[in-house]
C-alpha cells in the first residue's frame, strides 16, 4: 500500500566545493540487488532511481545507456537504488513514495578522471543494528528534521528523529571516493569499484551522495518510537540505511563535468543527449515486470523469512 509524502535522497562527499545535482523519480520497486544478490530475486525491498535497463542481473554501463533515466539530466544513465521505507500501522507496510530523490556529485573540481565504464559503488551497512555499525566517519549517515525540532544530540544519529518533524525527515549518505580493482559478480572480468573506506584517493573521480525526506502526522514536539521501517531493519532505527550506483555517464558529459573549476558554484553538466537539466523524455518503468515483486510481505516470503 503506497502513501506519498515528502521525501528526499542524495549522495555527497568531501567539504562543499564545486557541485552538480540531478533530481530523480522513483520508478520501481522490487526485491533485487544486481550488486549483492546478482540474478536472484531474494534481496529485501529496494527502491530504483535512474536507468530503467536495471534487473536482477548486474548491468553494464552500455546496457544502462540503452534505458530510459528516470532523472533529470538525458546524459545520467546510471542506476542507484536504496531500501525502501515504509510506515508501519499493526501489520499493514505502506510504502512511502519519495518527494524527491537527488544525487549530488561534489568537489567536482578536484576530479582527475571520470567514472570508468562499469564502475559501481556500494555505500552505508545493509546489516547496521547499532551505530558502530554504521562507520559514520565514512558514509556521513545521519537522519534529522530538516525544519526542526533538533533531537540529532540526543540520539544516534544513524537512527530515525526521535521527536516529530515540523516538516520533513531527511538523511544523508556519503560515498567513499576510492576507485579500487574488483572482480564482476557477472564475469571474471576486472571492473571498477568504490566500496573501499578511502576519501581522498588520489584519482577519485567526483564523489556522490543521497538525501531524504518525507513528512509525518503526530503531535509536534511530542517524543515517540518512529513507526517507519527500512527494509533492511526494524521498525523505529534507519541504521541499515544504504546505497548502490552503478556508472551510467555519456563520456562526454563525464568530460564536461571534469571542466568545473570554481569551488563554490553549482554546475550545469550538458552532453550530446541534451542540457543537465532539460529532464527525460520517455517514461521509465519496470524493464522485467513479471518477475520478482514489489510487495513487502510478499519479498519476505522469497527470502524465506516470516513476517
Given at each position: 500500500m503506497r502513501q506519498q509524502s515528502l521525501f528526499s535522497a542524495a549522495f555527497m562527499a568531501g567539504i562543499v566545493s564545486a557541485y552538480t545535482d540531478i533530481r530523480h523519480k522513483r520508478f520501481m520497486l522490487k526485491n533485487i540487488d544486481p550488486i549483492v544478490f546478482p540474478g536472484?530475486?531474494?534481496?529485501?525491498?529496494?527502491?530504483?532511481?535512474?536507468?530503467?535497463?536495471?534487473?536482477?542481473?548486474?548491468?553494464?554501463?552500455?546496457?544502462?545507456?540503452?534505458?530510459?533515466?528516470?532523472?533529470?539530466?538525458?546524459?545520467?544513465?546510471?542506476?542507484?537504488?536504496?531500501?525502501?521505507?515504509?510506515?508501519?500501522?499493526?501489520?499493514?507496510?505502506?510504502?512511502?513514495?519519495?518527494?524527491?530523490?537527488?544525487?549530488?556529485?561534489?568537489?567536482?573540481?578536484?576530479?582527475?578522471?571520470?567514472?570508468?565504464?562499469?564502475?559501481?559503488?556500494?555505500?552505508?551497512?545493509?546489516?547496521?543494528?547499532?551505530?558502530?555499525?554504521?562507520?559514520?566517519?565514512?558514509?556521513?549517515?545521519?537522519?534529522?528534521?530538516?525544519?526542526?525540532?533538533?533531537?540529532?544530540?540526543?540520539?544516534?544519529?544513524?537512527?530515525?528523529?526521535?521527536?516529530?518533524?515540523?516538516?520533513?525527515?531527511?538523511?544523508?549518505?556519503?560515498?567513499?571516493?576510492?576507485?579500487?580493482?574488483?572482480?564482476?559478480?557477472?564475469?571474471?572480468?576486472?571492473?571498477?569499484?568504490?566500496?573501499?573506506?578511502?576519501?581522498?584517493?588520489?584519482?577519485?573521480?567526483?564523489?556522490?551522495?543521497?538525501?531524504?525526506?518525507?513528512?509525518?502526522s503526530h503531535p509536534r514536539g511530542l517524543e515517540w518510537t518512529s513507526p517507519l521501517k527500512l527494509a533492511c531493519g526494524p521498525v523505529g532505527d534507519g541504521y541499515c540505511m544504504h546505497g548502490d550506483f552503478v556508472n551510467g555517464w555519456f563520456d562526454d558529459a563525464q568530460q564536461n563535468l571534469l571542466k568545473a573549476t570554481d569551488r563554490r558554484n553549482w554546475m550545469r553538466i550538458d552532453g550530446a543527449k541534451g542540457q543537465g537539466k532539460a529532464g527525460s523524455a520517455c517514461q521509465a518503468k519496470d524493464a522485467d515486470p513479471e518477475n520478482g515483486t514489489g510487495d513487502y510481505k510478499k519479498s519476505l516470503d522469497m527470502m524465506g523469512m516470516s513476517s
Open positions: 536472484e530475486y531474494i534481496s529485501h525491498m529496494h527502491s530504483f532511481y535512474g536507468s530503467d535497463a536495471v534487473t536482477k542481473d548486474m548491468p553494464t554501463t552500455e546496457e544502462l545507456q540503452k534505458g530510459c533515466p528516470s532523472g533529470e539530466n538525458p546524459n545520467d544513465l546510471s542506476v542507484y537504488w536504496t531500501p525502501t521505507l515504509y510506515v508501519v500501522k499493526n501489520d499493514e507496510y505502506h510504502e512511502v513514495n519519495p518527494m524527491m530523490f537527488s544525487t549530488y556529485y561534489e568537489n567536482i573540481d578536484k576530479a582527475e578522471i571520470p567514472f570508468p565504464k562499469d564502475f559501481f559503488a556500494v555505500a552505508g551497512n545493509a546489516t547496521a543494528k547499532t551505530q558502530a555499525d554504521v562507520d559514520e566517519n565514512i558514509n556521513g549517515l545521519t537522519w534529522w528534521c530538516d525544519a526542526g525540532p533538533e533531537d540529532r544530540q540526543t540520539r544516534d544519529r544513524g537512527t530515525f528523529p526521535r521527536v516529530t518533524c515540523a516538516a520533513h525527515i531527511q538523511a544523508i549518505l556519503r560515498f567513499p571516493t576510492a576507485s579500487i580493482r574488483a572482480t564482476s559478480p557477472r564475469t571474471d572480468t576486472p571492473r571498477r569499484t568504490a566500496e573501499m573506506p578511502c576519501q581522498h584517493e588520489a584519482h577519485a573521480s567526483a564523489p556522490l551522495l543521497h538525501p531524504i525526506r518525507r513528512s509525518k
